[in-house]
């Protein structure tokens, strides 16, 4: 399984962004797919998780009503689109997937639960 993230950028507060994660190697029934984001010297923090079966969603309370996760089946990709950008998200955007788990906030929030990672992408946020 590979995750391919794309879409990081420099942006000035209040600006958008919409990365993409392309997945490949097998089909991703009963996945959930999510996003995670870890700025220097801060560990790495959930973001956003879409099961990829159902559609539904969770969010982290700092990125509730400006960041969207959605999947495109067709294409075996996850977009983020982020919106109203804060300086403080700025930070390397990680793609994750976690197979066959319980669809709960405890777990999919959880880095060590996921079995695949992407390679990252930079989102700086200028103020």
């Known amino acids: 399984v590979q995750l391919q993230a794309s879409g990081g950028g420099l942006v000035q507060a209040g600006g958008s962004l919409r990365l993409s994660c392309a997945a490949s190697g097998r089909t991703f029934s009963n996945y959930v797919l999510s996003w995670f984001r870890q700025a220097p010297g801060k560990e790495r923090e959930f973001v956003a998780a879409?099961?990829?079966?159902?559609?539904?969603?969770y969010y982290a309370d700092s990125v509730k009503g400006r960041f969207t996760i959605s999947r495109d089946s067709a294409q075996n990709t996850v977009y983020l689109q982020m919106n109203s950008l804060k300086p403080e998200d700025s930070a390397v955007y990680y793609c994750a997937a976690q197979r066959g788990k319980f669809f709960d906030f405890a777990t999919v929030s959880r880095p060590k639960e996921y079995d695949y990672w992407g390679q990252g992408t930079l989102v700086t946020v200028s103020s």
């Open positions: 879409i099961s990829w079966n159902s559609g539904n969603t």
